[in-house]
């Protein structure tokens, strides 16, 4: 209708402007033929217009007809939308729970790559510390190469690193005697027998008869000879066995490093450079302590621990009352303690017996300091010197961790280097604190076995004296 009503529209312009350029004279005439236009006009117009008005109509259908393919095509898309989304989701757990897995096996392939490289450098380490590999070279090249590489072994590698411990667990059992070079103690390669005797030790014998023990250099493809003076004992079991008159040889299971020390001669006055400053002191103790027991020896060692013979005499003279030989004879005898004992206990003649008991008391009394001299200072220094070493270690480790903290603990020579150097003042200072103390105590037996004479003849002597009446006996006054 609207096409209909545009159509009629059109043609009355059209019928005006036609008018118009008519003229109004030629209107009449010519308004029949206007009109037939105007109605040819609009019959075409309406014609137009239902063709038009049936073309919307098809196109309406079919856009009815292609709206409800399109909702049916979205209702299937969301359907499959949804679908899809379920998957997306399962499949996202499934990638959550391979993650996981991937990262476990991740670990587990970091754990077993970890492992083969522990192993791999404590391969490298065998290798080049025994004396196998003087023989087998290509040994130390294989493992220092695999560990030089940043790729993992791989599964040819382990078998190579599983194939080289075998090998060293056979090779450690056999006993190997075969002409060969090592490098002398004069820094020259020069040729010998070599005997291995497993992974733990060589030797080698020169065409002059010269024996000693081989290591392995810093790489472990040579052998070297450890310089120094073999053992004796050592040294002719070495020869004994060349000669194939023996079977049994010195082992080292460290590899030569107990050879190397045993070979090494150090005097006393490297050890005290070694010690540090606290070896002295512990010198200075040594020496005085040994002044002190030179001492004690000759003054207890002269004095007689046993008067029987001596009281013999003495105690005939006083049965008979011959009261001042008594005492020339205790003069004679003056560097006896028991001696001067009694020649005090002779003054008190006529005194009562509680007097004379006191008189030979203090006379041991006054004995003993001479008896005792010095023997508390040999106990102190006996003392002394143990906490001197003990402070020497403390200090030398102290020195130790801290060079660990500048430089690390990546050489274990050098912090095993440190400590043994540590304790040596601990082992002086027992070295010298042991035998003092031994030394003390037979003096203090000493002692005691004198002043038990003295205890033991001085209370003979009183009840001599009492029997013969030169001492009132009991406690009353002097009869004097």
């Not at 450690?172 to 005797?197: M, P, Q």
């Not at 801290?402 to 050489?411: F, K, M, S």
Request: proline fraction near 3%; aromatic fraction near 6%; glycine fraction near 10%.
């Amino acid at each position: 209708m609207k096409t209909n009503r545009t159509s009629l529209i059109f043609g009355a312009v059209f019928f005006l402007c036609l008018l118009f350029s008519c003229g109004l004279t030629g209107a009449a005439e010519d308004f029949k033929a206007v009109e037939q236009g105007i109605e040819q006009e609009a019959t075409r117009a309406a014609r137009d217009a239902k063709l038009t008005e049936d073309l919307v109509k098809k196109d309406k259908k079919e856009l009815k007809t292609m709206i409800s393919g399109l909702k049916r095509q979205v209702k299937a898309a969301d359907k499959h939308l949804e679908g899809l989304k379920e998957e997306f989701k399962r499949l996202s757990r499934q990638e959550v729970a391979l993650q996981k897995e991937l990262l476990e096996e991740h670990r587990d392939v970091e754990e077993v790559e970890g492992s083969v490289r522990g192993t791999l450098k404590d391969a490298v380490s065998m290798v080049r510390d025994n004396p196998i590999t003087a023989l087998n070279p290509e040994r130390s090249r294989m493992v220092n190469a695999m560990m030089d590489s940043k790729k993992f072994p791989g599964m040819a590698g382990v078998r190579s690193l599983v194939d080289l411990y075998f090998g060293e667990l056979a090779a450690g059992g056999d006993i190997v005697r075969y002409k060969g070079d090592f490098v002398g103690t004069d820094g020259r390669t020069t040729s010998g027998e070599i005997l291995r005797a497993g992974r733990f030790t060589a030797y080698y014998e020169m065409s002059d008869g010269t024996v000693g023990f081989l290591k392995p250099d810093s790489g472990g493809e040579r052998l070297i000879a450890v310089p120094g003076e073999v053992p004796g004992p050592a040294k002719r079991a070495i020869e004994v066995y060349f000669e194939n008159r023996d079977t049994v040889l010195p082992l080292d299971p460290s590899g030569g490093a107990v050879f190397a020390q045993m070979t090494e001669e150090k005097d006393w006055r490297e050890l005290l450079e070694m010690g540090g400053i606290l070896m002295w002191p512990i010198v200075f103790v040594a020496g005085l302590a040994i002044l002190i027991i030179l001492e004690r020896v000759i003054v207890l060692g002269t004095t007689k621990a046993n008067t029987d013979k001596i009281m013999k005499r003495i105690n005939d003279l006083a049965d008979k009352g011959d009261w001042k030989e008594c005492q020339l004879a205790c003069e004679k005898k003056s560097r006896v303690p028991t001696c001067r004992m009694l020649k005090r206990a002779i003054g008190h003649i006529g005194a009562t017996q509680e007097v004379l008991e006191n008189a030979l008391q203090e006379a041991i009394l006054r004995e003993m300091p001479r008896l005792e001299r010095f023997l508390p200072t040999l106990g102190v220094l006996a003392a002394i010197a143990p906490l001197l070493g003990l402070l020497g270690t403390v200090t030398g480790m102290i020195n130790t961790f801290r060079v660990i903290t500048v430089v690390g603990t990546g050489d274990p020579r050098m912090m095993s280097g440190g400590i043994s150097e540590a304790l040596l003042t601990t082992q002086f200072g027992l070295v010298v604190a042991i035998p003092i103390m031994i030394i003390h105590h037979f003096l203090e037996r000493r002692v005691d076995k004198i002043a038990g004479d003295m205890e033991e003849k001085g209370t003979a002597f009183a009840v001599t004296m009492i029997k013969s009446g030169a001492v009132i006996e009991g406690g009353g006054e002097s009869a004097g």
